[in-house]
DNA sequence: CGGAATCCAGCAGGATACTG
DNA sequence: CAGTATCCTGCTGGATTCCG
């Protein structure tokens, strides 16, 4: 009920905060944006990461929409992960992002600021 | 010391996500790129904000040197926030996601899915 | 191989109260 | 007006272990 409480959440600004917080997001669309991986493919590029966390970033993901999970039937398991349509929208914007945190990284370093 | 373990946390993907984190980042930086605005104006417009919690917001970026703070010596103090130049270069790219922002509602509402 | 279930620690955001 | 200082809470990411 008292769905006509619109409030500053519902603005883009603050969904695009929402659905992109997640720590590994933003990494995990942009080596889907070049093609599609396995889940192991993906946990390679991501080094760091625990299989559970990457897991749940995915769900994460797929939730909102962003990702496609595809499972094939097999043993053992083969699960493909891919951008949807509204993810692979989303890429140009990301790229143009990127290409800004590649500024700011030089900046840093010649402020002598980590 | 060790500048040498290169990780996947120095890359500009990375990086974004870190320095665009804060749960009112894009929102504030937003608002600043349409005007400079004094920390009550900024409150203001984002209503459900405490001032404690957008005085951490705002150290926040001004540490990342997306913003700039300008205080005027003077009773009752004045403090104004405005965009950095590293500030003003992302607003393009924000400004496309949040247009994807808009479409990702459309989509949303239309799934029925909050 | 891919993932779910627990459990845990850290921290970010928020509430509240005090300051110059 | 524009902060700081505490304190508290919930969530999120990570480690580990078990499952099909």
């Given amino acids: 009920m008292s769905e006509s409480n619109l409030t500053i959440q519902d603005c ?32 390679r ?14 769900k994460q993901l797929e939730g909102f929409g962003l990702i496609i999970r595809k499972e094939y039937p097999q043993v053992p398991p083969k699960v493909e992960y891919s951008l949807s349509d509204l993810g692979r929208k989303l890429i140009p914007s990301l790229e143009s992002i990127f290409v800004w945190g ?13």
């Fill in 12 to 43: 883009p600004y603050f969904t695009v905060q929402k659905v992109l917080a997640g720590k590994w997001s933003l990494l995990i669309l942009h080596f889907l944006s070049e093609s599609t991986l396995r889940f192991n493919e993906l946990q």
């Fill in 45 to 58: 590029k991501l080094d760091n990461l625990t299989h559970a966390t990457l897991a749940k970033q995915l």
């Fill in 102 to 114: 590649d500024e700011y990284l030089k900046y840093s370093v010649s402020k002598n600021k980590n």
